[in-house]
Every structure is written in C-alpha cells, then in structure tokens.
C-alpha cells in the first residue's frame, strides 16, 4: 500500500475545484493590485463627498439648482445606463470563467456601449449647466429666494437662475403679489467647483473604464478569465461611486418650489 505524504494530501487541497485548501486566501497578483487600488481610491472619494457634505451644511446660500423635470429625470436616465453596464460586465466575467471568449468580447463591448453613453449623456448636462445655466467652477448664476410672511419669519426658499445681462436690474428685495417680502441672495459659488470636480473625477474613472475594457476586449484571446474579472472589479467601483455621487450631488439638491 502506497504511503501517502501530508504535503502530497495539503498539494490535492490547494488545487481542488475551489482551490482553497491550505491558501483560504490565495489571489493573484493582479486582483490583489486591484483590490488594494479600489481601496485607497474609495478613500479619495470619501474625503470629497464629506468635504462637499461639509461645505453643503455649512452654507445657508448653497443653491438647488435642479428640478425634478427635466434634470432629476435626465441624471436617472444617466444612472440607469451605468448600472446597466454592471450586468453586461458580470455577463462578461461568466461568459469568461466558461471560457467562451468571444461571447464575453460582445459582453465587454456593450459595457463599453454603455460607458461611453453615460460620458456622452454627461457631457450634454455639463454644457446645458455651463451655457444654459452660468454655471462654472469658479460660480454660478443661482439666486436663493427667500420669502418671509408681515412678521419677519420666513416661510418658503428656492433657487431661481438669473440672467447675467439681467443681474445688474434685478432688485434683491421684492414685494410679491401677496404681500410678503422676497429677497434674493447670491448662491454660494462653491456650488460649481464641488459640482464639477467630483462628477468630472467620476467621469474621468468612467472613460478610463472604457478604455481599460477596450484593451481586454481587444486582446481576449491573450487575457485569463482573472484579467476578465479584475476589470470587471475596477467597473463596478466606479458604478459603486455613482450609487453616493447620484444621491448627494443631485437628488440632495432638487428645487420642488414653484416658479
């Protein structure tokens, strides 16, 4: 009877149909990179979103620019195609690890369809904001309204855009129809550096997806199934970060006052 060894017992283990066994925590090398770069990027978009948090609460100027029609429902259009892209990608990563190929190149160039679409329909809302509205990184064109009833206390507030040839005309303390006091107040004008820098970081992640995933899914044949799921990974990071950007950019800052 063949003696068996304890390390011919531990080899079998490790190279089993899970290949755990002794490694419960083998990775490779290119996901751990991954990993440990999805990490420390996480910590660069936490720092911005409580820095912007932070600058939000602090002000009683900052402007909510964006109405449910059309804006909500557009950046919901554009939050919908990203996450589209999420189930592409984990067809993608499947169709991999069954190691058919060519089916996961058609999986990964519809992520890619669906990539470059969010950067398109994003780039349509930043000229929109920039020409349309007057709003730039280093300020914007929002004004608080602000209405107080006879005694003084306040009883509405919203944002209303103001055109800048009109600016120098426009009285900053009214007497509505009712009777009550309107003032206006200049929106605070970090609005557009935080607004521009964390969506334009985001997006710089989304077209650097793109391109990370037209290079796999140009050289399948030559990449591992792991190669599939490490940019599979780095995707749904950056869909991950819109799932925060999207609430506390956008839906924290919807004007729902009339007009």
């Known amino acids: 009877m063949a003696e068996v060894s ?111 679409t969010f950067i398109g329909l994003h780039a349509y809302e930043w000229m929109h904001l920039i020409n349309d509205e007057g709003v730039t990184p280093a300020g914007n064109q929002f004004l608080i309204k602000r209405t107080y009833d006879d005694s003084g206390n306040q009883i509405s507030e919203g944002t209303v855009h103001i055109e800048p040839d009109k600016a120098a005309e426009m009285e900053m303390e009214t007497v509505d129809e009712a009777g009550h006091t309107v003032r206006y107040v200049q929106g605070d004008r970090m609005f557009g550096a935080a607004f521009f820098g964390i969506t334009g970081l985001h997006m710089f992640h989304v077209l650097t997806g793109v391109l990370y995933l037209g290079v796999i899914a140009g050289r399948i044949k030559k990449f591992t199934a792991e190669d599939v799921e490490v940019s599979g990974l780095y995707w749904h990071f950056v869909d991950l970060v819109w799932m925060f950007v999207f609430p506390l950019i956008y839906l924290l800052s919807v004007d729902f006052t009339p007009h």
């Open 6 to 116: 304890v390390r011919d017992v531990a080899t079998d283990a490790a190279t089993g149909e899970w290949s755990g066994g002794t490694f419960p925590y083998r990775v490779g090398h290119r996901k751990l990179g991954m990993w440990l770069f999805i990490m420390s990027d996480s910590l660069t978009f936490t720092a911005l979103l409580i820095g912007y948090s932070y600058v939000r609460v602090a002000s009683d100027t900052w402007p909510k620019p964006f109405k449910f029609d059309p804006s909500i429902i557009f950046s919901s259009l554009m939050t919908l195609v990203l996450l589209s892209s999420s189930l592409t990608m984990v067809m993608a990563v499947m169709a991999a690890n069954r190691r058919k190929k060519r089916s996961a190149r058609r999986w990964i160039i519809a992520t890619m369809i669906l990539g470059s």
